[in-house]
């Protein structure tokens, strides 16, 4: 890895006062940004600029900021999370930027995460699906199995496993030309259909997530598949063939 410089950049950024308002994108100037700074401590490095010139700071989503919760999303360049693969926008650094870049940032693009202000959206519509039916019932009566004593394929555990990486940070949504939320539902509904302990729900489970799913307005699936390109955990189509099994499955009962 090269030592880390400092470069300067001119930043494009959708800003947007809240859902109601029109937005716009306006320009500014960042110099002095350390190579070796993430995504996010640049951003930091803006609004310590902006508040010194006693200008409102640019409001962005954040967390843990170690590529585990998602709420950093960003739309950069075009591209979700930017122009790096299997990362969230927390993960990413500057040294994938050159001096005298011009960076876009924007909001995640969708009819069912309305923007709250600037780059930060809505996406309680994700919420509301996992609880139409991404959960299981336990039998806490005192003659419960344990978990560990349930026989499990390898490859079944390992498929849950995989699914069950999702993050919810809506990049599927963001990228698709659709904005449809089929990678995260089919993710959600995998991680309990491959699973012993997701079966007895199974029917009503993947029926009603995929109608919060449509209700919220998410739009349809066309296989185009920059989803899965673009999605920080790398979850994969196939659960959306899974989500489709299951549900004309239960469609059928």
């Known amino acids: 890895m090269s030592a880390a410089k400092n470069i300067n950049i001119n930043l494009k950024i959708w800003r947007q006062k809240n859902a109601k308002s029109k937005g716009s994108m306006e320009s500014y100037k960042l110099d002095n940004v350390s190579t070796a700074s993430s995504f996010l401590e640049m951003l930091d490095q803006l609004n ?22 998602g709420m950093c ?13 299997g ?5 990413l650094h500057m040294r994938m930027f050159n001096d005298g870049d011009t960076i876009f940032i924007e909001p ?5 995460f309305p923007v709250i202000k600037d780059l930060v959206v809505d996406r309680s519509s994700f919420d509301r699906i996992q609880q139409a039916g991404g959960f299981v019932s336990v039998n806490t009566s005192g003659r419960t199995m344990d978990a560990n004593a349930i026989p499990i394929p390898k490859h ?14 809506g990049a599927c949504v963001a990228t698709c030309k659709n904005g449809s939320a089929m990678l995260f539902v089919g993710a959600k509904v995998s991680q309990y259909a491959l699973l012993p302990q997701g079966k007895v729900e199974a029917t009503n489970r993947v029926l009603n997530m995929v109608r919060q799913m ?3 307005g998410f ?15 790398g979850i994969s189509l196939e659960n959306i063939a899974r989500m489709n099994r299951e549900y004309l499955t239960a469609s059928l009962k």
């Open 87 to 91: 990362i969230t926008t927390c993960q």
């Open 156 to 169: 079944d555990a390992d498929r849950a496993f995989e699914a069950a990486a999702c993050i919810g940070c």
């Open 48 to 69: 310590e600029q902006l508040v010194s010139e006693r200008k409102e700071p640019i409001a962005f989503d954040h967390d843990c900021r170690e590529g585990i919760c």
């Open 108 to 112: 995640w693009r969708s009819a069912a």
């Open 73 to 85: 999303s960003l739309y950069i360049n075009g591209r979700a999370h930017g122009p790096d693969t």
């Open 219 to 233: 739009g349809n699936c066309t296989n185009t598949g920059a989803c899965e390109i673009e999605c920080p955990k």
């Open 214 to 216: 449509d209700e919220e």
